[in-house]
């Protein structure tokens, strides 16, 4: 078993799937639809909040019209489109899950995505079967601004903070996981800044430009 590592909750967008560029052209196409221009930075800035304080803050802040349950399920209705039918695997993804599955390591992915959108992307690609568990943002509120969400993941596997490995691709998300107690690997991902890298680099116990790179150095980390 790689030292100390009893499961794993992984991330899903920018991790395992190659999603991230997708959420900024919905973002675009919402705003058109509402008769506004998405402002330079947005979608960067809303990516760090939860579900209900991105809605909210759309309905304050630029007077889009309805509830912000309405932007939640308008914004579900666009992301649906792209993950029923074309966001594809990150490279290495299904050899990463073939290394945790060879090392006996159960896992489960834990997302800020729609739970409709997050099952239709993984069904189609394989990998929904292949998971022990799968929280969205709909499960746990405040997604993952708190390591509520990670010790949720990590009670459905049975395995504590200290043993459990969180793969994330975001800083925000790496902190939490750290400040959560959890053993924390990042992986790159091309909507990653560079400054933000370096802090994920910093912080994480592992980083790998790619899964394959992040597996082969867990491998240098092998118990008795």
């Not at 800020?112 to 943002?137: F, P, V, W």
């Amino acid at each position: 078993m790689l030292r100390g590592i009893r499961g794993a909750i992984l991330d899903m967008d920018g991790t395992l799937l190659d999603s991230m560029p997708i959420w900024h052209e919905i973002d675009i196409r919402f705003f058109e639809e509402n008769h506004l221009t998405l402002p330079e930075g947005l979608s960067e800035q809303v990516n760090k909040m939860s579900m209900e304080e991105w809605a909210a803050y759309f309905v304050r802040e630029f007077g889009i019209g309805g509830t912000p349950d309405d932007v939640i399920r308008r914004i579900e209705e666009m992301a649906a489109e792209y993950y029923r039918a074309y966001i594809p695997l990150k490279p290495g993804a299904a050899a990463f899950l073939d290394f945790l599955d060879g090392h006996g390591i159960p896992y489960g992915i834990a997302t800020a995505t729609y739970r409709s959108s997050a099952e239709a992307a993984l069904k189609r690609l394989g990998i929904l079967e292949r998971l022990r568990s799968l929280l969205t943002a709909e499960d746990v509120p405040g997604g993952k601004t708190t390591p509520a969400m990670y010790q949720a993941a990590a009670d459905l596997l049975g395995t504590a903070p200290e043993e459990t490995l969180v793969v994330e691709d975001a800083l925000h998300c790496v902190q939490t996981a750290v400040k959560g107690g959890f053993l924390v690997a990042g992986v790159r991902d091309a909507s990653c800044p560079p400054a933000e890298w370096a802090e994920i680099c910093r912080l994480a116990a592992w980083t790998g430009d790619t899964l394959p790179e992040l597996a082969a150095k867990l491998s240098c980390e092998r118990g008795d």
